[in-house]
């Protein structure tokens, strides 16, 4: 698929006129977010001789992916007042934690749910990686370098879980082998999301294992992590990344729950799923997400509680009604 040249010209025309630009990645940042905003920024510093600031706003960042190019120029506010935003696998503006009012916004996403929030909006749900999208627009822009294709590459072997999501189809390899042509190295960037694991990640994966409890003939699986996890481990968010899929690999589970009860008694919530819709389910919740990946927030309920209401919902959009796509 090829974007309309009137798009990437709008996009080379707001690159152009900016006084300085701020890249945004999403809160709780994962490879795809970080990948895709570095991947950008290496470029933009590379062509544009004027202040370009890359911004996350959590305050922690998944130290495994230090490995990628101008990762330690991340910073956790955002210091231009005025100027070109550009963000970054946000599907909608509160992913990024900051006010945005008056900016013009390129939004680069590939969320199902997306919002619409940019001032140019390049959403594609059918990409794999918001990386993907990046990397559509911009090698019309500039020629991929190194370090970017490192950085994009990185976000789409994240984002397709080693290229095994339903997301992966012909364009996705075209992708990946442009990215290896610019410089990128599999097998390197692989090692380094594989074999660089958190003591932490680890050992709150043990405890929450002891959690799995299975409802509705099994086809449920639900993991919690409580505050007392959190203490005894030292796990950080970044460590917990990936622990919903433990559920999931189940043969009968069809529908994966994880529920993180921070020590602030915030309730963070991941679906994962077999095909099913499960971003129908995060956004009876006011969350969002893509089919077979969503998630959502609450406060102050009782864990067996937002379960049970959880398992509603799934009962009531008949998400595990065994009708097989
Ligand atoms: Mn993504």
């Not at 694991?197 to 680890?202: E, G, P, T, V």
Request: hydrophobic fraction near 45%; aromatic fraction near 6%; charged fraction near 20%.
């Amino acid at each position: 698929m090829v974007f309309e040249p009137a798009l990437i010209e709008r996009v080379k025309a707001l690159l152009n006129e900016a006084q300085t630009i701020t890249i945004l990645t999403h809160i709780n940042p994962d490879a795809d977010t970080l990948g895709t905003g570095l991947g950008i920024f290496v470029l933009l510093k590379k062509h544009l001789h004027i202040p370009v600031e890359i911004v996350n706003t959590s305050k922690e960042l998944p130290h495994y992916l230090d490995f990628l190019p101008a990762f330690c120029r991340i910073k956790h506010r955002m210091d231009f007042e005025k100027g070109l935003v550009i963000a970054c696998d946000g599907g909608s503006i509160d992913r990024f934690g900051v006010e945005l009012e008056d900016r013009t916004v390129i939004n680069i996403d590939h969320h199902q749910s997306n919002t619409r929030y940019g001032s140019v909006n390049i959403v594609m749900p059918y990409y794999a990686s918001a990386s993907q999208v990046a990397l559509r627009v911009f090698e019309r822009i500039w020629p991929i370098t190194q370090a970017c294709a490192t950085c994009f590459y990185t976000a789409l072997l994240s984002d397709t879980r080693y290229f095994t999501t339903s997301s992966v189809n012909d364009e996705v390899f075209k992708v990946a082998a442009l990215l290896i042509d610019a410089g990128a190295q599999p097998a390197e960037i692989a090692a380094q999301l594989r074999m660089r694991r958190s003591l932490a990640s680890l050992r709150i994966l043990e405890r929450t294992l002891h959690s799995l409890t299975l409802y509705l003939e099994g086809k449920v699986g639900v993991l919690s992590v409580t505050p007392e996890d959190i203490k005894a481990t030292g796990a950080r968010m970044p460590d917990m990344d990936g622990l919903v899929d433990y559920a999931l690999s189940l043969a009968v589970v069809e529908v994966a729950v994880l529920c993180i009860v921070q020590p602030d008694g915030e309730i963070r919530v991941s679906l994962r799923s077999k095909g099913e819709d499960v971003a129908k389910v995060a956004s009876r919740f006011g969350g969002g997400g893509h089919t077979v990946a969503a998630g959502f927030t609450v406060r102050q309920i009782p864990m067996q509680e937002l379960i049970d209401t959880i398992l509603q919902e799934i009962t009531t959009l008949g998400l595990t009604d065994g009708k097989k796509k």
